[in-house]
């Protein structure tokens, strides 16, 4: 270290030479929670972490990492800070100097918490003391799987720590777009959330715009507002709302809501008494430590050299089509040391960037795009000099006459707040910034916005950047400081000259963004007038990156004529692009002439935009589509003001078009939860066991256990090829990089050893050994100190391949005849040649259902822990099933099974998805702790996981129906054909199952259907809630609608005169007892009025041209019991202990989320007749549950709770000579008795379902014990110029026998019902042509967010009388629950397809009988099914030329 002179003003840090105004001995400082930390790398402190890495370090392990890229919220926390300047959130009503935002750990990075407080789910409360918040979320039933759930307590704490008192449900709904959960549905979590809701509701459309900066016109932490109790109790389903009976009481004295019969729109009673929920206390939330309370913090000149360089990066890596790296560079280079460094004013950061600009210095600033470049696309900074809005000179807002001036690094919550707060009214000003604030309302997610940058964005310059249209149609001036240049003066650029190529921009190398200037002054000529309109349209609305959008600015005289144009558009080329023929063309055309309108369209779709078929990003007929759409609806809000006559064949009905977005209202609902419960002594609607462990962090999952000593970690290497040759595997650089321990491959098998797995077919391995078949297969793993290091060298480990020819989809499959062995065929009726032609009806067709990811929210993971002694290992494992994870991490090492326990403690989320790939990673992570002795850990990246875990199988069908002209069903032939994948894994069950499945509820005497699994290149494709049976009834309901439409007649009277009728036979011969689905149709027929929603539906339709509703109503039937008879089985184990008379079971079930636990405790507890306390169940392990089937196929509960009740009847039993009384005290001294009489206390208890099992010879047995039964009726509003959708109502009416507890199973239909929807609309899998699967993570693949929920969505279960259950066997005449609702979620795919025909009919295509809508139906699916004049036009030039190939690959 040197010293600074007056003739040197530099000092020297570690090598590194910085101003002198730097401390050579910087510190980091913050509080996490309630302790202060001081970091310096000279103690040894890595500084170079995400804030996610540090906090977990630290043992807070709440906080989570589900996919490291800012796309689920799992990894939430708050940051608190001192700040009272005018541009920030806090300042306008905020009497405290600091405010707190949430944001997304896994993309901060550790230095941005300097002077700050972070609290994590654990600061804020525990299990035994929890915050308010955790406390209505867990207990008002918002957390399965937990977890999601820190992230979601901490998104709602920034928002209620912030503006409590003044808080709209709309901000409410809003402040949770950051989060995902795929097991809730999300009702609950927005049900427990809104409870903190003060103010009334108002389904404005500017709700749509609201983030956290709202909260900036809120106050802090307040007691203002209502009594807290009052709003929890009033807000929680009950329609009657304040005049709740929960709240008021009921004259007569009498239960009054929770007693209520009703179906559909029964009133709430969740089982829990409100009042014993905390009241939310302002004044009681953890303090801001005063010690940092001041804004020196801020002024800091820090800086942070790493005490040795970490990791050889792969510098060479190559970037390929997908965005990710693959392998293949050098990895030798030990990297330079990395340092940080953080100026505290704008002077020592130019000084800083002039000093390393030449050595490649990064400014990075909310990280949230060079921290996925880290992270994704190995970028390695060596010098990252981190500048944020505590550089008061970049972080400003200034607003004047002329323009607003925008600080470069203010964060974009606090641009919204600013913009929002701004008191020019004038026109121009006004639409400028509603412009900004339309695009920045839907700029990703309230965490990401807290810290993301402008000029982050406008550096970055990505092609669908949400503001850099905005500057460029406005004409901002963007201004910089070139360090450099000698004179160090702000220099200017134009946003329209800017952006020259593929994220090239005119800045010079290591230029430094100041501020952004948006004029917002008129033009100067008399009497024109200016307009300025944002668009986005995205996958998703919430946190999600741009298809297209654009923001579209012009001029137009006094006397109609266009003096001026900008119509600027993301999406839709390498970069931010102008229209420049269309701008050109536009000027001095008169507005009011159709023909101006379209020969823009024309200009643009052919001159502008003329993307090709196979354009780079694809959708080229709806990319065209939207920036048309855009441009009309754009000249309909201007024709509209300026009160002129239009009308255009093109663009008919300009005026409605321009209001026809749309706008979501709060959401509500109803849950009908006490009349179906058995009446359990415990307790029917009892929260989930773990919830309140879940919602204050302490739930452990794999990777939260403590680290092990010696612990090391395993990472993957994996094919980058579909399939090729392994020419040469060489991890020779990655064992040089020091901490990497080993590299494990096949060839490590030990002797008796087996790579072969994968029941049934075991045609799978473990680790590739000559060629490889998919890309994401595992070559081998890479051993080493820690994840990081670990992965890097994973990435250092060279292959050579040589290609071989790949095979991707079902069609190109069947084309090459590329089929596993297995054909199963079921053939009911007819004999094979009769005759079609006999028939007055004959359809033929083909249905396509993409996959779908299973996107649960902790990725696989596990933990070996070797033993010193015979062999022994425990593996800890995130699966749903132990015993097969058990067997075959003992068949890779060749040991018996006896040596190796699976312990399983929960998962987070399986949904199918761990019912069999799991084992792919436990296994050669086995054989990695063996054979080094250590143990050995790993928890997958969501890339990786997305690569190696497999999908939901994509189905196509191609069919033949025959049927009457009133609409008889006669004769079925279908051909089903699923996508395997490489291995079979389980496809011949799922396929066997949606075989099974395709008759949904309907009688077709004549059926045939055989099944193909098509063997291709893609991952290994599994188990996924549902198992096929969704993929079977959506085959039959697309040919149901289109039977329909041929006849022109509603589907849902053709569904109700096919329906099956008591005792018939389906077509695999089984009698359907306790049928019950013509009931649910009737009664939900009644309950959610379908008729007159019918006919409401029709008279919107026929008065609304570019908004069309959509109805549906839809039956299920779903088979419950493995198909593979030998796994309808289930053992369990009871201890009793007779020192106090607790209770420890356990059985082979695993606990996912789905409440699978809680039920088996309060079965125990109500068979052995004691309090539900007594009894405990600590994990599922192989050790005392042995030969476990998986916990699938909704059996779970079926097979566990009798097998529980068998050792209870056994344990009551022995018992019963020393038990008169029921109670615990009698229960306590009758086991005391017993164990003094030498009784055994222990019992093991075993069930087999009885009498099913089909034959494939004979088509005969039963394949089902029985069938939950349910009904649908879903409504839909479409923007048909955009393809966007909300679901206005979804009623859902089941069928689940009497219910172990009500609560849990109305989350898991509402949660099966948000997959199922996710299914058949936006989650959409795609492939590139090289084979590289597309979608990898939340950036790419989209599953319902908050904000996709149904906007009213009602739960009702069948009950009474009219409920038939004589023939049901189970335990407590219960029925599984799981899997049966997923497929009524396609109740909103059929309700869009209804509001397509309308549109299709109005746009003339009503000749055309049938139309085809695969699934999903994505936006852009739903905008091209339209097929209106403009997407004829945007048609035009997309044509697909001879040999040409879609950028992307549709597997189905
Ligand atoms: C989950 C997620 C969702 C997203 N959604 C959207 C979306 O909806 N719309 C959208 O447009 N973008 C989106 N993004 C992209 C990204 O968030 C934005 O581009 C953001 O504004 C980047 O700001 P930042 O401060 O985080 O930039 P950083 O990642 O810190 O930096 C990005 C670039 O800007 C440079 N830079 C930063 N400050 C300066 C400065 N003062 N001078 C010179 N260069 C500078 C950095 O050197 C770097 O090259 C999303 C990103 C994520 C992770
Ligand atoms: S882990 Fe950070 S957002 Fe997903
Ligand atoms: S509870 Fe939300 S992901 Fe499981």
């Given at each position: 270290?040197?010293?600074?002179?007056?003739?040197n003003?530099?000092?020297?840090?570690?090598?590194?030479?910085?101003?002198?105004?730097?401390?050579?001995?910087?510190?980091?400082?913050?509080?996490?929670?309630?302790?202060?930390?001081?970091?310096?790398?000279?103690?040894?402190d890595?500084?170079?972490?995400?804030?996610?890495?540090f906090v977990?370090?630290?043992?807070?392990?709440?906080?989570?990492?589900?996919?490291?890229?800012?796309?689920?919220?799992?990894c939430?926390?708050?940051?608190?800070?001192h700040?009272?300047?005018p541009?920030?959130?806090?300042?306008?009503?905020?009497?405290?100097?600091?405010?707190?935002?949430?944001?997304?750990?896994?993309?901060l990075?550790?230095?941005a918490?300097?002077?700050?407080?972070?609290?994590?789910?654990?600061?804020?409360?525990?299990?035994?003391?929890?915050h308010?918040?955790?406390?209505?979320?867990?207990?008002?039933?918002?957390?399965?799987?937990?977890?999601?759930?820190?992230?979601?307590?901490?998104?709602?704490?920034?928002?209620?720590?912030?503006g409590?008192?003044?808080?709209?449900?709309?901000?409410?709904?809003?402040?949770?777009?950051g989060?995902?959960?795929r097991?809730?549905?999300?009702?609950?979590?927005?049900?427990?959330?809104?409870?903190f809701?003060?103010?009334?509701?108002?389904?404005?459309?500017?709700?749509?715009?609201?983030?956290?900066?709202?909260q900036?016109?809120?106050?802090?932490?307040?007691?203002?507002?209502?009594?807290?109790?009052?709003?929890?109790a009033?807000?929680?389903?009950?329609p009657?709302?304040?005049?709740?009976?929960?709240?008021?009481?009921?004259?007569?004295?009498?239960?009054?809501?929770?007693?209520?019969?009703?179906?559909?729109?029964?009133?709430?009673?969740?089982?829990?008494?409100?009042?014993?929920?905390?009241?939310?206390?302002p004044?009681?939330?953890?303090?801001?430590p005063?010690?940092?309370?001041k804004?020196?913090?801020?002024?800091?000149?820090?800086?942070?050299?790493?005490?040795?360089?970490?990791?050889?990066?792969?510098?060479?890596?190559?970037?390929?089509?997908?965005?990710?790296?693959?392998?293949?560079?050098?990895?030798?280079?030990p990297a330079?040391?990395?340092?940080?460094?953080?100026?505290?004013?704008?002077?020592?950061?130019?000084?800083?960037?002039?000093?390393?600009?030449?050595?490649?210095?990064?400014?990075?600033?909310?990280?949230?795009?060079?921290?996925?470049?880290?992270?994704?696309?190995?970028?390695?900074?060596n010098?990252?000099?981190?500048?944020?809005?505590?550089?008061?000179?970049?972080?400003?807002?200034?607003?004047?006459?002329?323009?607003?001036t925008?600080g470069?690094?203010?964060?974009?919550?606090?641009?919204?707040t600013?913009?929002?707060?701004?008191?020019?009214?004038?026109?121009?000003?006004?639409?400028?910034?509603?412009?900004?604030?339309?695009?920045?309302?839907?700029?990703?997610?309230?965490?990401?916005?807290?810290?993301?940058?402008?000029?982050?964005?406008?550096?970055?310059a990505?092609?669908?950047?949400?503001?850099?249209?905005?500057?460029?149609?406005?004409?901002?001036?963007?201004?910089?400081i070139?360090?450099?240049?000698?004179?160090?003066?702000?220099?200017?650029?134009?946003?329209?000259?800017?952006?020259?190529?593929?994220?090239?921009?005119?800045?010079?190398?290591?230029?430094?963004?100041t501020r952004?200037?948006v004029?917002?002054?008129?033009?100067?000529?008399?009497?024109?007038?200016?307009?300025?309109?944002a668009?986005?349209?995205?996958?998703?609305?919430?946190?999600?990156?741009?298809?297209?959008?654009?923001?579209?600015?012009?001029?137009?005289?006094?006397?109609?004529?266009?003096?001026?144009?900008?119509?600027?558009y993301?999406g839709?080329?390498?970069?931010?692009m102008?229209?420049?023929?269309?701008?050109?063309?536009?000027?001095?055309?008169?507005l009011?002439?159709?023909?101006?309108?379209?020969?823009?369209?024309?200009?643009?779709?052919?001159?502008?935009?003329?993307?090709?078929?196979?354009?780079?990003g694809?959708?080229?007929?709806?990319?065209?589509?939207?920036?048309?759409?855009?441009?009309?609806?754009?000249?309909?809000?201007?024709?509209?003001q300026?009160?002129?006559?239009?009308?255009?064949?093109?663009?008919?009905?300009?005026?409605?078009?321009?209001?026809?977005?749309?706008?979501?209202?709060?959401?509500?609902?109803?849950?009908?939860?006490?009349?179906?419960?058995?009446?359990?002594p415990?307790?029917?609607?009892?929260?989930?066991?773990s919830?309140?462990k879940?919602?204050?962090?302490?739930?452990?999952?794999?990777?939260?256990?403590?680290?092990?000593?010696?612990?090391?970690?395993?990472?993957?290497?994996?094919?980058?090829?579909?399939?090729?040759?392994?020419?040469?595997?060489?991890?020779?650089?990655?064992?040089?990089?020091?901490?990497?321990?080993?590299?494990?491959?096949?060839?490590?098998?030990?002797e008796g050893?087996?790579?072969?797995?994968?029941?049934?077919?075991?045609?799978?391995?473990?680790?590739?050994?000559?060629?490889?078949?998919?890309?994401?297969?595992?070559i081998?793993?890479?051993?080493?100190e820690?994840?990081?290091?670990?992965?890097?060298?994973?990435?250092?480990?060279?292959?050579e391949?040589?290609?071989?020819?790949?095979?991707?989809?079902?069609?190109?499959?069947?084309?090459?005849?590329?089929f596993?062995?297995?054909?199963?065929?079921?053939?009911?009726?007819?004999?094979?040649?009769h005759?079609?032609?006999?028939?007055?009806?004959?359809?033929?067709?083909?249905?396509?259902?993409g996959?779908?990811?299973?996107?649960?929210?902790?990725?696989?993971?596990?933990?070996?822990v070797?033993?010193?002694e015979?062999?022994?290992?425990?593996?800890?494992?995130?699966?749903?099933?132990?015993?097969?994870?058990?067997v075959?991490?003992?068949?890779?090492?060749?040991?018996?099974?006896?040596?190796?326990?699976?312990?399983?403690?929960?998962?987070?989320?399986?949904?199918?998805?761990?019912?069999?790939?799991?084992?792919?990673?436990?296994?050669?992570?086995?054989?990695?702790?063996?054979?080094?002795?250590?143990?050995?850990?790993?928890?997958?990246?969501?890339?990786?996981?997305?690569l190696?875990s497999?999908?939901?199988?994509?189905?196509?069908?191609r069919?033949?129906?025959?049927?009457s002209?009133?609409?008889?069903?006669?004769?079925?032939?279908?051909?089903?054909?699923?996508?395997?994948g490489?291995?079979?894994?389980?496809?011949?069950?799922?396929?066997?199952?949606?075989?099974?499945?395709?008759?949904?509820?309907?009688?077709?005497?004549?059926?045939?259907?055989?099944?193909?699994?098509?063997?291709?290149n893609?991952?290994?494709?599994t188990?996924?809630?549902?198992?096929?049976?969704?993929?079977g009834?959506?085959?039959?309901?697309?040919?149901?609608?289109?039977?329909?439409?041929?006849?022109?007649m509603?589907?849902?009277?053709?569904?109700?005169?096919?329906?099956?009728?008591?005792g018939?036979?389906?077509?695999?011969?089984?009698?359907?007892?306790?049928?019950?689905?013509?009931?649910?149709?009737?009664?939900?027929?009644?309950?959610?009025?379908?008729?007159?929603r019918?006919?409401?539906?029709?008279?919107?339709?026929a008065?609304?041209?570019?908004?069309?509703?959509?109805?549906?109503?839809?039956?299920?039937?779903?088979?419950?019991?493995?198909?593979?008879?030998?796994?309808?089985?289930?053992?369990?184990?009871?201890?009793?202990?007779?020192?106090?008379?607790?209770?420890?079971?356990?059985?082979?079930?695993?606990?996912m989320?789905?409440?699978?636990?809680?039920?088996?405790?309060?079965?125990?507890?109500t068979?052995?007749?004691?309090?539900?306390?007594?009894?405990h169940?600590?994990?599922?392990?192989?050790?005392?549950?042995?030969?476990?089937?998986?916990?699938?196929?909704?059996?779970?509960?079926?097979?566990?709770?009798?097998?529980?009740?068998?050792?209870?009847?056994?344990?009551?039993?022995?018992?019963?000579?020393?038990?008169?009384?029921?109670?615990?005290?009698?229960?306590?001294?009758?086991?005391?008795?017993?164990y003094?009489?030498?009784?055994?206390?222990?019992?093991?208890?075993?069930?087999?379902?009885?009498?099913?099992?089909?034959?494939?010879?004979?088509?005969?047995?039963?394949?089902?014990f029985?069938?939950?039964q349910?009904?649908?009726?879903?409504?839909?509003?479409?923007?048909?110029?955009?393809?966007?959708?909300?679901?206005v109502?979804?009623?859902?009416?089941?069928?689940?026998?009497?219910?172990?507890?009500?609560?849990?199973?109305?989350?898991?239909?509402?949660?099966?019902?948000?997959?199922?929807y996710?299914?058949?609309?936006?989650?959409?899998?795609?492939?590139?042509?090289?084979?590289?699967?597309?979608?990898?993570?939340?950036?790419?693949?989209?599953?319902?967010a908050?904000?996709?929920?149904?906007?009213?969505?009602?739960?009702?279960?069948?009950?009474?009388?009219?409920?038939?259950?004589?023939?049901?066997?189970?335990?407590q005449t219960?029925?599984?629950?799981g899997?049966?609702?997923?497929?009524?979620?396609?109740s909103?795919?059929?309700?869009?397809?209804?509001?397509?025909?309308?549109?299709?009919?109005?746009?003339?295509?009503?000749?055309?009988?049938?139309?085809?809508?695969?699934s999903?139906?994505?936006?852009?699916?739903?905008?091209?099914?339209?097929?209106?004049?403009i997407?004829?036009?945007?048609?035009?030039?997309?044509?697909?030329?001879?040999?040409?190939?879609?950028f992307?690959?549709?597997?189905?």
């Amino acid at each position: 270290m040197s010293t600074a002179t007056r003739a040197n003003p530099y000092i020297e840090v570690e090598g590194f030479k910085v101003p002198s105004s730097f401390s050579p001995s910087s510190k980091l400082v913050f509080t996490l929670n309630r302790t202060r930390y001081q970091l310096s790398p000279a103690r040894g402190d890595d500084i170079d972490l995400t804030l996610l890495e540090f906090v977990r370090s630290k043992g807070f392990t709440g906080t989570k990492l589900g996919c490291g890229e800012g796309g689920c919220g799992a990894c939430t926390v708050v940051v608190g800070k001192h700040d009272n300047r005018p541009s920030s959130s806090s300042s306008s009503s905020n009497k405290a100097p600091y405010r707190y935002k949430s944001v997304n750990a896994c993309l901060l990075p550790l230095i941005a918490v300097h002077g700050c407080h972070v609290l994590t789910v654990e600061g804020i409360g525990s299990s035994e003391d929890p915050h308010p918040i955790q406390e209505r979320i867990g207990k008002l039933f918002g957390s399965q799987c937990g977890f999601c759930t820190p992230g979601i307590v901490m998104s709602l704490y920034a928002t209620v720590r912030n503006g409590y008192g003044h808080l709209t449900e709309e901000e409410i709904e809003h402040s949770l777009d950051g989060c995902l959960c795929r097991c809730t549905g999300y009702r609950p979590i927005l049900d427990a959330a809104k409870t903190f809701a003060t103010v009334k509701s108002s389904t404005s459309s500017d709700a749509s715009s609201t983030d956290s900066s709202s909260q900036s016109e809120l106050q802090t932490p307040s007691d203002e507002g209502q009594d807290p109790l009052i709003d929890l109790a009033t807000r929680i389903s009950c329609p009657k709302g304040a005049d709740c009976c929960q709240v008021k009481g009921t004259s007569d004295g009498k239960a009054g809501c929770a007693s209520s019969s009703t179906n559909a729109a029964a009133p709430h009673s969740t089982g829990v008494d409100l009042s014993t929920l905390k009241a939310y206390e302002p004044g009681t939330e953890i303090i801001f430590p005063p010690y940092l309370s001041k804004p020196s913090y801020d002024k800091q000149d820090l800086i942070f050299v790493e005490e040795k360089p970490e990791v050889g990066e792969d510098l060479e890596a190559e970037e390929v089509e997908g965005g990710n790296v693959a392998t293949g560079g050098t990895g030798r280079e030990p990297a330079a040391r990395q340092v940080w460094i953080r100026p505290g004013s704008l002077e020592t950061l130019v000084e800083c960037m002039k000093l390393y600009n030449g050595a490649g210095a990064k400014i990075r600033s909310g990280n949230t795009e060079t921290g996925i470049e880290v992270k994704f696309k190995h970028m390695r900074y060596n010098v990252s000099i981190f500048v944020s809005d505590h550089l008061e000179e970049l972080a400003f807002y200034r607003s004047t006459p002329e323009g607003i001036t925008i600080g470069a690094n203010l964060a974009l919550t606090d641009v919204a707040t600013n913009l929002k707060k701004d008191s020019n009214k004038d026109e121009y000003p006004v639409q400028v910034r509603k412009a900004i604030l339309e695009n920045l309302g839907y700029f990703a997610s309230n965490q990401i916005r807290n810290v993301a940058t402008l000029a982050g964005n406008i550096a970055t310059a990505s092609p669908i950047s949400d503001l850099n249209p905005v500057w460029v149609a406005l004409g901002a001036e963007l201004y910089f400081i070139d360090p450099s240049s000698d004179s160090r003066q702000e220099q200017s650029v134009n946003m329209r000259n800017f952006f020259l190529g593929y994220r090239k921009t005119a800045l010079p190398q290591g230029a430094i963004l100041t501020r952004l200037f948006v004029p917002t002054v008129q033009e100067p000529a008399e009497k024109e007038r200016s307009f300025v309109q944002a668009f986005k349209q995205a996958k998703r609305k919430d946190d999600d990156i741009a298809i297209v959008n654009g923001c579209l600015r012009m001029t137009v005289a006094a006397d109609g004529v266009i003096t001026d144009a900008h119509l600027a558009y993301g999406g839709m080329g390498p970069t931010t692009m102008q229209s420049k023929q269309t701008e050109a063309f536009l000027v001095g055309q008169r507005l009011s002439d159709p023909g101006t309108l379209n020969m823009a369209l024309e200009l643009l779709s052919t001159s502008d935009f003329p993307l090709s078929f196979g354009v780079p990003g694809g959708m080229p007929v709806f990319r065209k589509s939207l920036a048309l759409g855009f441009l009309a609806r754009f000249w309909g809000r201007i024709t509209k003001q300026l009160s002129l006559e239009f009308s255009s064949e093109t663009v008919p009905s300009l005026e409605e078009l321009a209001e026809a977005h749309l706008e979501r209202g709060v959401t509500k609902g109803s849950q009908d939860f006490e009349d179906v419960a058995v009446k359990q002594p415990s307790g029917s609607s009892v929260p989930h066991l773990s919830a309140m462990k879940q919602v204050t962090g302490e739930a452990i999952y794999i990777d939260d256990m403590p680290p092990v000593a010696d612990e090391l970690y395993g990472a993957l290497v994996q094919s980058t090829r579909a399939h090729a040759k392994l020419i040469k595997v060489d991890p020779s650089e990655a064992l040089k990089m020091e901490g990497v321990v080993d590299y494990i491959s096949a060839k490590d098998i030990p002797e008796g050893g087996s790579n072969i797995w994968c029941p049934p077919a075991m045609d799978d391995v473990f680790f590739a050994e000559g060629e490889v078949h998919t890309v994401g297969q595992v070559i081998g793993v890479i051993v080493a100190e820690n994840k990081r290091l670990a992965q890097a060298a994973a990435r250092a480990v060279k292959i050579e391949y040589e290609d071989l020819p790949h095979i991707l989809s079902i069609d190109e499959a069947i084309e090459a005849q590329s089929f596993f062995k297995a054909r199963p065929v079921i053939h009911h009726g007819v004999s094979p040649d009769h005759g079609w032609d006999e028939y007055e009806h004959v359809l033929e067709g083909e249905t396509r259902m993409g996959g779908q990811e299973h996107f649960y929210l902790e990725t696989n993971a596990c933990l070996i822990v070797p033993g010193k002694e015979d062999n022994e290992i425990e593996v800890f494992s995130s699966t749903q099933n132990p015993s097969e994870t058990q067997v075959f991490c003992a068949s890779i090492l060749g040991i018996p099974n006896n040596r190796v326990i699976t312990r399983v403690k929960r998962l987070g989320g399986g949904f199918g998805g761990k019912e069999s790939r799991t084992i792919s990673l436990a296994a050669p992570m086995t054989l990695a702790a063996y054979k080094l002795k250590r143990p050995v850990r790993c928890m997958l990246d969501r890339d990786e996981d997305m690569l190696l875990s497999g999908q939901r199988h994509p189905f196509q069908s191609r069919w033949k129906i025959a049927f009457s002209s009133s609409g008889k069903l006669l004769r079925l032939d279908a051909k089903v054909y699923n996508n395997g994948g490489w291995s079979q894994d389980l496809s011949q069950a799922v396929l066997e199952r949606a075989m099974f499945h395709i008759d949904n509820c309907y009688n077709i005497p004549d059926l045939r259907v055989a099944g193909f699994i098509c063997k291709t290149n893609t991952m290994s494709n599994t188990a996924f809630r549902g198992f096929g049976g969704p993929q079977g009834m959506f085959i039959c309901e697309d040919f149901m609608v289109k039977v329909a439409d041929k006849l022109g007649m509603q589907v849902e009277t053709l569904r109700e005169m096919n329906m099956y009728k008591e005792g018939e036979e389906t077509h695999f011969n089984q009698k359907l007892i306790d049928w019950n689905v013509p009931t649910l149709w009737q009664q939900i027929k009644t309950s959610a009025e379908y008729e007159k929603r019918r006919a409401e539906v029709d008279a919107f339709n026929a008065s609304h041209r570019w908004k069309k509703r959509g109805l549906s109503m839809i039956p299920t039937k779903f088979g419950i019991s493995f198909t593979a008879i030998f796994l309808n089985q289930a053992s369990a184990l009871i201890h009793v202990y007779h020192h106090d008379g607790s209770v420890l079971f356990s059985h082979g079930g695993t606990e996912m989320g789905q409440g699978l636990h809680t039920k088996m405790a309060q079965l125990v507890a109500t068979e052995l007749n004691i309090p539900l306390g007594m009894v405990h169940l600590m994990e599922t392990s192989t050790l005392t549950a042995a030969n476990t089937s998986p916990t699938a196929a909704s059996a779970s509960s079926d097979l566990n709770g009798m097998a529980l009740k068998h050792a209870c009847d056994q344990l009551n039993q022995r018992l019963a000579p020393f038990r008169k009384e029921g109670g615990k005290e009698a229960w306590a001294k009758a086991v005391h008795d017993a164990y003094f009489n030498r009784v055994s206390l222990s019992a093991v208890g075993h069930y087999k379902t009885p009498d099913i099992g089909y034959s494939w010879e004979t088509g005969r047995g039963d394949p089902f014990f029985y069938f939950t039964q349910g009904t649908a009726v879903s409504e839909v509003e479409v923007d048909t110029l955009t393809g966007d959708h909300r679901i206005v109502r979804a009623d859902i009416h089941m069928d689940i026998g009497r219910s172990i507890n009500p609560s849990i199973d109305v989350g898991q239909i509402e949660g099966a019902f948000t997959q199922g929807y996710g299914l058949t609309t936006m989650e959409e899998t795609l492939f590139l042509n090289n084979g590289q699967l597309a979608t990898r993570g939340p950036g790419n693949y989209k599953i319902p967010a908050f904000l996709d929920t149904p906007e009213d969505m009602r739960i009702s279960f069948l009950k009474g009388p009219e409920r038939k259950m004589e023939g049901l066997r189970t335990i407590q005449t219960s029925k599984g629950v799981g899997e049966p609702p997923l497929f009524l979620g396609s109740s909103v795919f059929f309700a869009l397809r209804d509001a397509i025909k309308s549109a299709r009919r109005q746009n003339r295509l009503e000749e055309e009988e049938v139309f085809v809508l695969d699934s999903p139906a994505t936006a852009e699916r739903i905008r091209t099914a339209c097929e209106d004049p403009i997407v004829r036009l945007a048609s035009k030039g997309t044509e697909r030329k001879p040999g040409e190939k879609g950028f992307f690959v549709s597997i189905f």
